[in-house]
């Protein structure tokens, strides 16, 4: 894509970090809500190592699974901050899709756009003060290292590329909307499906061994699980390029499914729209 062509999407860009802003209210709310969240995980996996025989539960440690699980809520705010699910579905609802056809823009990449913008605001607004307030505790309360620069840069790169998979699936699941109208119900079934398979509420080795295997080959663990596992130091050397890789094998897939598919519903969201 030219320089001049990314500019013009750049507003967007712009667009989506202005709104993120204008709601920064609401966003200190979810900002709240994930600090009662982490303090919640805490007390929880507090009581079942406590009455747990061993010390090591599926390979983690206590310290290790704490860590894990403050971590992956931290990174599913940033990672899950797509909005190209709501903008597609409200287009659909309002028709305002086929308007959008008209310009000499693509649709696909505008909404990717605007959901960056989003994703920007959000890493000031709710990942920076979250991170430093886990570490914080991560560090005076279980005496837990903090991340070396690397492995945080590392994890920067794989959160930009887990973002980018999250919000291509958001758009695939949104196209649904055109046939069936029910995007609220849509919203609960990606909420779940990902948060569950993403690895944000448990790491992938507390699944049975088919679900663990089936899910190599698919894109969720590379969303949350893999990103956690890279800034936890975990994934080391070569593996952390080859777990980069395949994040961005991932983003080229999905991003051709997304303009493949898109490009057949067109006439779809004109007689929805229109």
Not at 68 to 86: C, D, K, P
Not at 198 to 221: N, R, V, Y
Request: charged fraction near 10%.
């Amino acid at each position: 894509m030219k320089l001049r062509r990314l500019r013009k999407y750049w507003a967007f860009s712009k667009g989506g970090i202005l709104s993120g802003f204008a709601y920064k209210f609401s966003a200190f709310g979810w900002l709240l809500g994930d600090i009662v969240s982490l303090l919640i995980l805490y007390f929880l996996w507090s009581a079942i190592y406590a009455n747990s025989p061993v010390d090591v539960i599926n390979g983690m440690t206590f310290n290790e699974m704490v860590t894990y699980l403050i971590y992956a809520r931290i990174a599913s705010t940033l990672v899950f901050s797509s909005i190209s699910f709501w903008i597609v579905g409200e287009d659909i609802y309002e028709g305002g899709i086929a308007l959008s056809l008209i310009r000499p823009m693509s649709y696909r990449y505008r909404i990717l756009a605007s959901s960056f913008g989003n994703f920007l605001s959000t890493i000031i607004l709710l990942f920076i003060p979250l991170f430093f307030v886990a570490n914080g505790l991560l560090y005076f309360v279980l005496g837990v290292d903090l991340p070396n620069i690397l492995n945080l840069l590392l994890f920067v790169v794989s959160a930009i590329l887990s973002f980018i998979i999250s919000d291509h699936l958001g758009f695939l699941i949104g196209e649904i909307a055109i046939f069936t109208n029910a995007l609220f119900g849509l919203m609960l079934i990606r909420n779940i499906m990902l948060s569950f398979l993403s690895g944000s509420l448990l790491p992938s080795a507390f699944f049975p061994e088919w679900l663990q295997i089936t899910l190599k080959f698919l894109p969720f663990q590379s969303m949350i699980e893999n990103p956690i596992l890279i800034l936890m130091g975990r994934i080391q050397d070569i593996d952390i390029l080859y777990t980069i890789l395949i994040q961005f094998v991932w983003v080229l897939v999905l991003g051709f499914l997304c303009n493949l598919s898109f490009n057949k519903l067109k006439k779809h969201i004109v007689s929805v729209g229109g």
